[in-house]
């Protein structure tokens, strides 16, 4: 009898552990860890800093060549149409704001692809070795914490803590 009742309780339990596993992955959750992840890189680089390659550290961006003395002069005229995030002098892959503000991500098959909808403004700046969209080893462990707090309350929601 009291071996049937535990049966019972496993068979429960291990139901809603695979609800909230299955939970984990469905495309909302993974939305969620995608717009985290773009909030981390779009910070970072607006820091100045860029991630080479994936799980690499973060570094500096690379100076851009000195501008002419009339772009100079056209930056300087023109400083207010800059992005509020940015000043004429700074290295943070910001003028407008259009390429960082238009970050987007795509998921699926339990995954999520970050790029931007600039994708011109993207590829010329990689090519120049300013590489900002990548993930550093420290924003992937800052993503596994957003993860697990997210997992944490799936467990909640069903009942498991």
Do not use: C
């Not at 339990?13 to 773009?38: H, P, R, W, Y």
């Not at 820091?47 to 002069?73: C, D, I």
Request: no cysteine; proline share 1%; hydrophobic share 40%.
């Amino acid at each position: 009898m009291a071996n049937e009742k535990f049966k019972q309780e496993m068979s429960a339990f291990i139901g809603k552990l695979q609800k909230a596993v299955d939970d984990a992955s469905d495309k909302n959750v993974m939305e969620a860890i995608g717009a985290e992840a773009i909030k981390l890189i779009v910070k970072r680089t607006r820091l100045g800093y860029g991630v080479a390659e994936n799980l690499g550290v973060k570094e500096r961006l690379k100076a851009m060549k000195p501008h002419s003395e009339s772009y100079q002069k056209w930056r300087k005229k023109n400083a207010g149409k800059l992005s509020g995030m940015t000043r004429p002098a700074m290295q943070n892959l910001t003028m407008s704001g259009s390429m960082l503000d238009n970050m987007i991500m795509r998921v699926s098959n339990k995954s999520v692809f970050i790029t931007t909808a600039d994708a011109q403004k993207a590829a010329y700046q990689e090519q120049a070795g300013r590489i900002f969209n990548r993930l550093s080893e420290l924003e992937v462990k800052q993503l596994r914490i957003f993860f697990i707090r997210t997992f944490k309350s799936l467990l909640k929601i069903n009942k498991l803590v």
